[in-house]
């Protein structure tokens, strides 16, 4: 049954009548009389509303109330946004700095009998809107209690909760076994169905095996893909290749997907996971057959459903088109008693056990009614983690599980048992999730900011709360988070889908066709459709004028659109997803301007690449995401007007011309992506381009910000973002391409770099295409560094004392070929570079020094550089390209005594690519290397000796490439751990490696192989 829920609106109302947008302008009497009424009655409507809305799962006659009450609530909260909206239009005309004194006074009495006219018009309305709620307050014949407001719960404000899994073991093991073992099977192509009730967990487990380690090694080709209601064969495609590319497919002919797909795929194994697939569809199985057809013997395709048949049909065709055998389904269980207890203690008490006998044998009574099943045991246990486990958890199971039966059938009533026990707020913000798409993975930032346009939240930080406290009671989940373990993406599971669509009614109207416009009606308040043409046909749709959020998929840009839009006066959130350019985007975007009660506006499409200056009459804009706007190049000019601004979202690598002038003003923007410094001589942005000091005052911005076209900044007087303190991620980059200019110098670079200097909070840097011969000294004091990318600064000599920074773990420095060290503060004497490798080795390396928390450094094409600080705490990734070896000699050879541990004993992955000074790894160093997996040598052309590889136990893969004098290869027994040799452009060692004859063939044809295609692999090899 679907529920009103009004207590937010009436608080919206409230919140407006005493704003100060309304307070501190002069209005005639009759209007600030009616405006007062409206705020008595809407206090004595309020103090009901509570008891109203828990009474009316049960009484058909507040429910009817409630419905009747809430059309008047919405048009009151309507009308106010209007007047509110003109009332800081008009204000801020009047403090436009660009318009003079006298101007402004010449335009007040010109307008003055306007206003009047429309103050009278506004309290007219109001008294209407008043009368109507008088109305509708007295006519009842049922008492209604003033309850107090409810006790705030209190949100969570932890991360998000990790994946619990319990139970689920056994399940992995026995879907992996099926998996890659495939002795004598001799299809290319075989479905493993994974079959169970919604709720149990089908995709938790499909993860586990898709995460599986030795899946991994089975499958070089892994792909999943959300299903669900409908088997779009051309759909399923296009979601493998975006999973394989990161890149959207949309658009794309069939034929085109095909052969991408072949290219990904032919003669390879691969693992596809189809999830959630609900339809039969033989002849889409059918169709699908043929285009996994590429991959090689044993590839697998693992399904989960709830419907058996489903499983049936899948594997059949699946079967008849590729000749293999017909795998019998795995039909997944629920959790046992005692997996369901150890469940619920670790969402519900934190993982601590239970003393009490009384707790424990309280809560497997209410697990009786979870049935096993994992969604509803999380839901449950969501709701009793607030609870008092010895005194509340009794009373819970007598007054509110009593009335639900055991069985499946029931689970639904279960979660709606939890959806009743939320704060109201939690209600409307988990009710307004209808719109989205059952299985996409969904922005969070963007719902949070869909939230707030509606006025179900204050602020973004009660906005996450909500969030984080919807993760915990398990409404939301699969929640992926950012380096800062900020949530970036979540999914909603099917039945709470399911339980939003019961709970919304007429309000949320979601399709997908063009039977969605019939069933709008005066009552929808928010849609989510796929645009098409029936779309702007007028005669197909019902009244939208009270429609709030309009969310579209499609071509949305046509002739006919403006017209449309039009039709949608109240509109506070759009977002038009995927959009097309059709027609002329630039003249059909100029609509939007009319949409005055936006705050929420999201635009995505190719073709869009000026956003018109109409949308700066948006004033109560917070949002304006245009990260679906690859090639966009100019922001609106007067964006300053949109002095509620909080949030710009760009694409990371768009390229703007310039920043529109006066966006300093924009004090409350947190989120600018990019910003884009204008070309000084270009005439199109000379007057209207914003200069570098405008970022001076945006002290609120966080997250990520990249400044471009640094090529053209002047340098300004004082630093420019030392007070973002919020700021996590800065990039500066100087040129978009090879722009060059000839005016130019490098010490305008320089001067322009040393003002740029960020607050110590920020945690990762990249400087980019910079021309100057140094770094700033302020690079040395960025204490919370902790990544740090240097690229393509091809003048640079020295950099400032890196080891410095105590958090720095990543360290990226790429194409400076001028590049001759990293400075110490010390003075340290590195050698010189007359001095050999072996030299270097030899001297005693107490007083050089190094990183102390690096895991990670990857220096590419700087040849020059042989001064550094040692490195001996990496732990991921060391890659040395076109560099000297001294620092990776020196570093190995480090005294364990300075060190809690040997030197690289932590590293997993070593290449080393155009080392030309490189003659030999040292024996003892390499003794330190026992966790190296992954060793890659290639254009090394002094290399001769690799004997000293022996020590390396752990080493999995070996890859040598164009070591013209390297002879000599370690004995194969000391290799026990590995899987995959593979060299090439060895000629020495190709003459000691002629099979069964040579001194060095043993150390080759020993070494273990497990699978045959590793054997494969390293069999022929290729001098």
């Known amino acids: 049954m679907a529920e009103t829920i009004l207590i937010p609106v009436a608080k919206e109302i409230l919140g407006k009548l005493g704003s100060l947008a309304l307070d501190q302008i002069a209005l ?127 949100l969570e404000t932890d991360p998000c909760p990790p994946m619990i899994v319990v139970g689920r073991e056994a399940d992995r093991a026995e879907i992996v076994r099926h998996l890659v073992h495939s002795d004598g099977e001799e299809a290319n192509v075989s479905v493993v169905p994974i079959v169970g009730m919604g709720g149990l967990g089908k995709t938790t487990v499909a993860q586990l095996v898709f995460d599986d380690e030795a899946v991994k090694a089975c499958f070089g080709v892994r792909v999943w893909v959300y299903v669900s209601q409908s088997f779009d064969v051309k759909g399923i495609l296009e979601k493998m290749l975006q999973y394989m590319t990161g890149e959207s497919q949309a658009g794309l002919q069939l034929a085109v997907l095909q052969e991408k797909l072949r290219e990904k795929m032919r003669a390879k194994r691969f693992l596809v996971v189809m999830d959630d697939v609900l339809e039969e569809n033989a002849r889409g199985w059918e169709d699908l057959a043929k285009y996994l057809m590429v991959g090689a013997i044993g590839s697998k395709v693992l399904v989960t459903t709830r419907s058996s048949k489903v499983a049936e049909v899948g594997s059949g065709i699946m079967k008849s088109e590729t000749g293999g055998t017909m795998l019998m389904p795995y039909y997944l269980g629920g959790l046992s008693p005692d997996e369901s207890w150890d469940l619920l203690v670790r969402k519900a008490l934190h993982g601590e056990v239970q003393q009490s006998l009384d707790v424990e044998r309280t809560g497997r009574e209410i697990l009786k009614k979870c049935c096993g099943v994992p969604l509803a045991i999380s839901t449950i246990a969501g709701l009793l983690r607030s609870k008092d486990p010895k005194t509340d958890w009794l009373l819970f199971l007598d007054a509110e599980l009593s009335n639900i039966s055991e069985g499946e059938n029931h689970i639904m009533s279960t979660l709606r048992l939890s959806f009743n026990h939320l704060p109201t707020k939690l209600k409307h913000c988990f009710s307004y999730c209808k719109l989205f798409k059952k299985g996409d993975a969904l922005d969070v930032q963007r719902l949070v900011h869909l939230w707030m346009a509606q006025g179900l939240v204050e602020s973004e930080d009660e ?181 509620d601004l909080k949030h710009i979202y760009l694409h990371w690598n768009v390229k703007l011309t310039h920043m529109p002038k006066g966006i300093g003003e924009l004090t409350s923007l947190q989120t600018l992506p990019v910003f884009a410094v204008g070309h000084k001589g270009d005439e199109t942005t000379a007057n209207g381009a914003a200069g570098l000091d405008e970022l001076r005052g945006l002290n609120l911005l966080r997250g990520e910000l990249k400044i471009t076209n640094l090529l053209h900044a002047k340098p300004v007087s004082s630093y420019v973002l030392k007070n973002k303190l919020f700021l996590q991620s800065l990039v500066l980059e100087w040129r978009y391409d090879d722009d060059d200019d000839a005016t130019h110098s490098a010490k305008d670079e320089e001067e322009v770099l040393e003002m740029l200097g960020p607050h110590p909070h920020l945690t990762e840097l990249e400087i980019c295409k910079y021309t100057g011969v140094i770094l700033p000294n302020w690079l040395s004091t960025i ?143 390499l003794r330190n290397l026992t966790s190296l997996q992954v060793l890659e040598i290639s254009n090394c052309p002094q290399l001769a000796n690799l004997s000293s590889l022996c020590n390396l136990t752990s080493l999995q893969v070996l890859v040598i490439m164009n070591c013209p004098r390297l002879a000599t290869l370690p004995p194969a027994n000391h290799l026990t751990s590995m899987e995959n040799l593979s060299i090439k452009g060895c000629p020495m060692l190709k003459e000691r490696c002629r099979e069964g004859e040579d001194e060095e063939w043993p150390s080759i044809i020993d070494i273990p192989s497990p699978s045959p295609e590793i054997r494969y692999r390293r069999s022929p090899l290729g001098f």
């Open 28 to 154: 005639a009497w009759s209007l600030r009389n009616e405006l007062e009424k409206l705020k008595g009655t809407v206090y004595t409507i309020q103090a009901v509303l509570r008891d109203a809305e828990e009474k009316q799962g049960h009484n058909r006659q507040v429910k009817l109330w409630l419905e009747k009450l809430s059309d008047v609530m919405y048009d009151a909260d309507d009308l106010l946004d209007d007047f509110s909206t003109e009332t800081r239009r008009e204000r801020a005309a009047r403090a436009d700095t660009t318009t003079t004194t006298c101007w402004t006074v010449v335009c007040f009495i010109v307008s003055f009998p306007k206003r009047f006219l429309y103050e009278n018009e506004m309290a007219h309305a109001i008294r209407a809107i008043r009368e109507k709620l008088d109305d509708i307050k007295n006519d009842r014949e049922f008492h209604l209690e003033e309850l107090a407001e409810e006790q705030a719960v209190p």
């Open 463 to 643: 906005g996450l709360d909500c969030f984080k406290t919807l993760c915990w009671r398990s409404f939301f989940q699969e929640v992926k988070v950012n380096q800062w373990d900020n949530a970036l993406e979540y999914r909603t599971h099917d039945l709470m889908h399911n339980l939003a669509d019961s709970i919304v009614g007429q309000k949320i109207v979601r399709g997908f066709s063009s039977s969605i416009l019939q069933r709008v009606s005066p009552k929808t308040r928010h849609m989510a459709v796929l645009y098409d043409h029936s779309f702007y046909d007028d005669d197909q749709w019902g009244d939208v004028s009270k429609v709030r959020t309009l969310i579209g998929y499609g071509s949305f840009f046509r002739e006919d659109c403006q017209r449309t839009l039009q039709n949608f006066k109240r509109l506070r959130a759009l977002q038009m997803d995927k959009a097309l350019p059709v027609g002329n985007p630039w003249k059909e975007l100029q609509a939007l301007g009319d949409l005055k009660h936006l705050r929420f506006l999201g635009l995505s499409s190719w073709g869009i690449k000026r956003v018109p200056n109409s949308i700066t009459k948006l004033i109560n804009l917070q949002v304006l995401d245009l990260s679906g706007c690859h090639y966009i190049e100019e922001l609106p000019r007067d964006v300053r007007k949109l002095v």
């Open 783 to 925: 204490t919370n560094l902790v990544e740090l990318t240097i690229r393509h600064c091809r003048e640079c000599e020295y950099l400032p004392p890196l080891h410095q920074l105590p958090s720095l773990k990543k360290l990226s420095i790429r194409w400076c070929e001028k590049l001759k060290g990293i400075r110490d503060e010390d003075q340290y004497q590195y050698e010189q570079p007359g001095t050999s490798v072996s030299d270097a080795d030899a001297e005693d390396n107490k007083d050089c020094p190094h990183f102390p928390t690096l895991s990670s450094l990857k220096i590419s094409s700087c040849p020059s550089l042989c001064r550094m600080p040692l490195f001996p705490t990496i732990e991921a990734e060391l890659e040395l390209h076109q560099c000297s070896a001294r620092p990776l000699i020196r570093t190995m050879m480090m005294k364990s005594s300075r060190l809690s541990r040997p030197p690289l004993s932590q590293v997993s992955s070593l290449q080393l690519d155009q080392i030309d000074d490189l003659e030999y790894l040292p024996k003892e160093g």
